[in-house]
């Protein structure tokens, strides 16, 4: 099955900053990556998600990457802010498939 | 719309218990999961299903079982509960290829 992995584990940044995660997935027939934000003691919250026909997607200072041939997929965020931090999860799945693979988490600290 | 509605939000259990945590969706979605999350290891898939009357195996299946009997509810059951099986349990939801909506959440202690 799709093994997913996620770095850094931890990301220290200050307000400001640009902070960039990154995901490794196995499985070549994953076609949809989403990714997560998840706040101390809530549910997981969609942020943004790529889908592997398009190689990059935007959001206001989200933004997220997908290299189909090298496996992986990064989130970039600018202009860090403290309510940014929280812990980011990315994911990988085959469209119509709902068997989803998670990473392990990054947590996020936006220093003010 | 309440979306994804999970009942009990929090359970203590002792080992050998057997319960049932709830999941209902009103939204119409064809597909309905769980997940479970221990520190540092992100969500796990348990089971999920793709409509009434259909569920399949995720990553972490054994020592839980569920059905579907409805488009809107999707519950998972333990057995005979285990300390391992503590963890906080996600259900989610969603139209085929599109995002999981997520509940709130179960946080379940089993001594």
């Known amino acids: 099955g799709e093994n997913v992995e996620q770095h850094p584990s931890t990301l220290s940044v200050q307000e400001g900053d640009s902070a960039v995660i990154k995901c490794t997935y196995s499985?070549?027939?994953?076609?949809?990556f989403p990714w997560y934000k998840q706040e101390l003691g809530k549910r997981p919250q969609l942020i943004i998600d790529?889908?592997?026909?398009?190689g990059e997607k935007k959001d206001q200072r989200i933004a997220v990457t997908l290299n189909k041939t090298a496996k992986h997929f990064s989130l970039h965020i600018t202009e860090t802010q403290p309510e940014d931090s929280a812990v980011y999860f990315c994911a990988a799945s085959r469209r119509g498939n709902n068997d989803m693979r998670f990473g392990a988490g990054t947590r996020l600290t936006v220093k003010p | 719309n309440a979306g994804v509605t999970q009942t009990p939000k929090f359970q203590v259990l002792k080992t050998g218990q057997s319960m049932t945590l709830q999941c209902a969706q009103d939204?119409?979605?064809?597909?309905m999961s769980w997940y479970r999350q221990d520190p540092g290891m992100g969500l796990r898939l348990i089971h999920y299903?793709?409509?009434?009357?259909?569920?399949d195996q995720g990553e972490v299946p054994n020592g839980y079982n569920v059905s579907r009997s409805t488009t809107e509810d999707f519950p998972l059951r333990l057995l005979s509960a285990a300390p391992s099986q503590t963890s906080v349990y996600f259900c989610?939801?969603?139209?085929?290829?599109?995002?999981?909506?997520f509940g709130d959440g179960t946080r379940l202690s089993i001594l």
């Open positions: 499985d070549s027939a994953s076609n949809y």
């Open positions: 939204m119409n979605h064809e597909y």
């Open positions: 989610a939801s969603n139209r085929i290829g599109q995002p999981q909506h």
């Open positions: 299903s793709v409509g009434a009357g259909i569920t």
């Open positions: 790529i889908r592997s026909n398009v």
